[in-house]
């Protein structure tokens, strides 16, 4: 039984109280939190007093879903209570006024916040060693890196810190921590669901997402998140079962599309639980087509140019003045955006501001700007022709488990390491990340992407393989280390 029915049962029959279940993860942050460095603030005192809340629903028998279930929420997700900080020092003591639609969602329907997660700053990175607050450590390995830009969220989830957390996807920000940390990790379609008070990065490619053990639970979740919402003229209408309404199905009628060339290029042990994949996936009725996927490296570029040029206009707000860090050192009003600026991001957060202003510049933009937007509507060109044959494309999220802390020392070869994730942004699609394996005993995921809007396919098709495997199952994490 998933995690969240687990929780549910509990709850309603008694075996457990909200602020019981509410302390028990408490608990458990306060334990390990300081071995993987994942949460940015933690919602010791309030949290509790909301448990209480929520088991005078239950006893009144109102209680939905959702009602006494914790979250730990990304913190680029604004909320009123705890700071906002987007892993970043210009927004270290940020207090956002108001929560973000998603987050308004969950609250409204129960779930008690635990904390906010660690982040690479503002969502740029792949590695979350890019925060002002400290690199996070991947719980299967502490020497490793949980993967980013969510890798607070993903690291806490493995560890069994929260049931669950919520992430944003940019460019592979929720599905490569998934895959490091051998967890459950989905991007639903861009629109389903709002951005507002989701500190934008990249707002033609961000979309909020979930990190959770069973692909079930992201579906709840989801459809718990989803909807129209008129402070985000992006959001569109979802119908009350748009994540949920497949996922009992089988597959017979499912066709998964898989590029054998591209499959060919990853390491021995990839290829091998990648062919055990496929079978498990076989056995299960579903139909499987050789495709040729349109060319990753140019995706790369097109994005490495395109987020950039969204992220140095959205970040130009942070200007020392109307919120955030100011410097203590500026003597003229120019002065005082430079050096707040400079002193306020970090270096990650810098250069794509620079590469941002640079392909956006007059004198570059056709060479750089429209030619990334050209690539980009050719990729949804080619992903369209293939869906004509498949329902699904079936490929890795990232070519190998969690590197070591600090082992990617040159910003290119971590760009061109979210090689897989990428296209699903630039086209607006769906895509999922869940776990097929081990290898060397770190986590390795696969990433199932459909067509824009049928996301409950993925759903469907990673329920039905975790109906048949165990690589989703929590794990007994940090037994017996020491910080
Ligand atoms: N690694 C990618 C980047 O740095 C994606 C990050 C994300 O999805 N937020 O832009």
Redesign the pocket.
Known sequence: MSILKTLRQKLDDKTMSAVELTTTYLKEIKHKNNLLNAFISVNETKALAHAKEMDDLITKGKATLLTGIPIAHKDNLCTDILTTTCGSKILSNYQSPFNATVVDKLKNQGMTLLGKTNM?EF????TNEHSFFGVVKNPYDLHHVPG???GGSAAVVAAGLTPFATG???????R?PASFCGITGIKPSYGTLSRYGLVA??SS??QVGILAHYAEDCAYLLQAMAGKDKKDGTSIPTDPDFFTKSLQQDLTNLTIGIDGQLLSKLSAEAQTLFQACIAVYQKQGAKIKDIQLPDLQAAVSS??VL?PAEAATNLARFDGVRYGYRSQHANTLDELYIKSRTEGFGA?VKR?IVIGNYVLAASQYDAYYHKAQQVRAKLKQDLDMIYQNVDMILLPTAATTAPKLGAQKDPVT??L??MY??IA?LTGAPAISFPIGQIEHMPFGAQLMANNFQDHLLLQAVCAFQRQTAFHLPQQLLQGVNA
Do not use: C, H, I
């Open positions: 690479d969502g740029m990175g792949s980013g830009s969510s944003s996807d940019t460019g592979g920000s929720v490569q990065y990249g490619f961000d994005y490495y987020a990650e794509r971590t760009y390491s979210d994730t990428l942004n």
